[in-house]
């Protein structure tokens, strides 16, 4: 039964219910999103900038398709020692809400709209509407966003999306929706080959999408460049965490931040050194190649959808 309380995070009106696990409580709330908590951790925040941590937090999480994302009280107590992301990061996270939810670029949307929404405040990891506005004018700096001046005030008092705005938030949105690419972000020791062979390969491929690693491409620049580049083809990206490859941890956070689907994924005897990030995760374990590449299928199948190379049921 649905009940109307403030939220645990940030005291906005939300609705609650008794969720579908025994000892766990969830969430919905319209600044922080879908979560999941404790019955029995009634946490308190301690202050403004551990409000912004956990609701910016949750609002990563469910972008990454967990919903409701889980917090424990071990888990709050790590979010919390968090730094906030930097002033760039939080305006290019405010510009992706603005450009879904404020697009027109004709009829100005006014600033106390767009700084008042609760969701570009948790998104943008800010703690009220003072927050937001110094995000917009960052915006307006970059040529992102444009103040149109009120005759009666004499000062911009609303504004719109540039073209160049549109664009950039399209950039940093993409999603790959018409590909067939899978990119497999995965640690390459010679004791992964028959996991790529075997796993990897034919798990993806058994789904209808082509699957991709960048060490079978030849290129000219930096490899940075190629990963992102890359990225942004692919329809969904496998992070294999096996080996503990810090490339394999900012190639799924680069993901995330395109708004690209993350399937982790994870040898079951390296489990117990996954960063606590990604501990929560629903993460595909497997333990030979053949228990992987059912798996990957299936999850795949499941999240995804079947890809457009999917071969035709007998």
Same mark, same amino acid.
């Given at each position: 039964? !649905?009940?109307?309380?403030?939220?645990?995070?940030?005291?906005?009106?939300?609705? #609650?219910?008794?969720?579908?696990? +025994?000892?766990?409580?969830?969430? =919905?709330?319209?600044?922080? *999103?879908?979560?999941?908590?404790? +019955?029995?951790? /009634?946490?308190?925040?301690?202050?403004?900038?551990?409000?912004?941590?956990?609701?910016?937090?949750?609002?990563?999480?469910?972008?990454?398709?967990?919903?409701?994302? =889980?917090?424990? =009280?071990?888990?709050? /107590?790590?979010?919390? &020692?968090? &730094?906030?992301?930097?002033? #760039?990061?939080?305006?290019?996270?405010?510009?992706?809400?603005?450009? /879904?939810?404020?697009?027109?670029?004709?009829?100005?949307?006014?600033?106390?709209?767009?700084?008042?929404?609760?969701?570009?405040?948790?998104?943008?990891?800010?703690?009220?509407?003072? $927050?937001?506005?110094?995000? %917009?004018?960052?915006?307006?700096?970059?040529?992102?966003?444009?103040? !149109?001046?009120?005759? @009666?005030?004499?000062?911009? %008092?609303?504004?719109?999306?540039?073209?160049?705005? !549109?664009?950039?938030?399209?950039?940093?949105?993409?999603?790959?929706?018409?590909?067939?690419?899978?990119?497999?972000?995965?640690?390459?020791?010679?004791?992964?080959?028959?996991?790529?062979?075997?796993?990897?390969?034919? *798990?993806?491929?058994?789904?209808?999408?082509?699957?991709? /690693?960048?060490?079978? +491409?030849?290129?000219?620049?930096?490899?940075?460049?190629?990963?992102?580049?890359?990225?942004? =083809?692919?329809?969904?990206? @496998?992070?294999?965490?096996?080996?503990?490859?810090?490339?394999?941890?900012?190639?799924?956070?680069?993901?995330?931040?395109?708004?690209?689907?993350?399937?982790?994924?994870? &040898?079951? $005897?390296?489990?117990?050194?996954? #960063?606590?990030?990604?501990? #929560?995760?629903?993460?595909?374990?497997?333990?030979?190649?053949?228990? !992987?590449?059912?798996?990957?299928? &299936?999850?795949?199948?499941?999240? %995804? *959808? @079947?890809?457009? $190379?999917?071969?035709?049921?007998?």
């Amino acid at each position: 039964m !649905l009940e109307l309380a403030p939220c645990l995070i940030c005291d906005n009106q939300a609705e #609650h219910d008794p969720g579908t696990e +025994k000892w766990f409580e969830r969430c =919905r709330c319209p600044r922080c *999103g879908e979560f999941e908590y404790e +019955k029995s951790s /009634r946490w308190n925040i301690a202050s403004p900038d551990e409000m912004v941590l956990l609701s910016g937090w949750v609002r990563e999480q469910n972008a990454a398709g967990n919903k409701p994302a =889980r917090i424990t =009280r071990e888990t709050s /107590r790590q979010i919390v &020692r968090r &730094r906030r992301p930097g002033l #760039h990061e939080r305006a290019n996270r405010a510009l992706s809400v603005i450009a /879904r939810k404020y697009p027109d670029m004709e009829n100005a949307t006014q600033y106390i709209r767009i700084a008042g929404d609760l969701e570009v405040q948790g998104v943008s990891y800010s703690r009220d509407q003072d $927050d937001v506005m110094q995000l %917009i004018h960052i915006l307006i700096g970059g040529g992102l966003f444009r103040g !149109l001046v009120d005759n @009666v005030v004499g000062r911009p %008092i609303s504004g719109v999306l540039t073209p160049s705005g !549109l664009l950039a938030a399209e950039a940093l949105g993409v999603s790959g929706s018409n590909s067939a690419q899978g990119f497999v972000a995965m640690w390459f020791d010679l004791g992964m080959l028959d996991a790529w062979t075997n796993g990897f390969d034919p *798990g993806i491929r058994t789904a209808g999408f082509r699957p991709f /690693r960048i060490d079978s +491409k030849d290129y000219v620049g930096g490899i940075s460049d190629e990963i992102m580049a890359e990225i942004r =083809r692919s329809r969904f990206v @496998v992070a294999d965490y096996t080996g503990q490859n810090n490339g394999v941890y900012f190639e799924a956070g680069f993901a995330l931040g395109l708004g690209l689907r993350v399937i982790p994924t994870c &040898r079951k $005897d390296e489990v117990p050194k996954l #960063h606590f990030d990604i501990k #929560h995760l629903n993460t595909l374990l497997w333990s030979t190649p053949a228990e !992987l590449a059912e798996g990957l299928n &299936r999850r795949i199948r499941g999240v %995804i *959808g @079947v890809g457009p $190379d999917a071969p035709d049921p007998e």
